[in-house]
């Protein structure tokens, strides 16, 4: 059975920084790309960044240079370091393995002051 499952999610301040993680069990992690999606209240699920499962990187124009992509495939684990938080990024994020219908049950996050 396969699950993937985030964490790291919480609450922090405009201009403050959090970590997600995205770990799978039940699958060969490192032959899937990863992507992360978030949405915000009210509003559908957006792209946010991905990874290849050599570590290369894309990320939507919302995300690139305040957020960095990582993976640990002996750990099955791919992370989401985020910086530079602004209020927009507030939402639920979801990692998905790519080309699969395998998702995430999301993680919180809330930037407020």
């Known amino acids: 059975q396969v699950q993937l499952v985030e964490s790291g999610g919480g609450l922090v301040q405009p201009g403050g920084s959090l970590t997600l993680s995205c770990t799978a069990s039940g699958i060969a992690f490192g032959s899937y790309a990863v992507g992360w999606y978030r949405q915000a209240p009210g509003d559908q699920r957006r792209y946010a960044a991905s990874?290849?499962?050599?570590?290369?990187?894309v990320y939507a124009d919302s995300t690139k240079g305040r957020f960095t992509l990582s993976r640990d495939n002996a750990k099955s684990t791919a992370y989401l370091q985020m910086s530079s938080l602004k209020p927009e990024d507030t939402g639920v994020y979801y990692c998905?393995?790519?080309?699969?219908?395998?998702w995430g049950q999301g993680t919180q996050v809330t930037v407020s002051s």
């Open positions: 990874i290849t499962g050599t570590g290369d990187t």
């Open positions: 998905n393995l790519w080309g699969t219908n395998y």
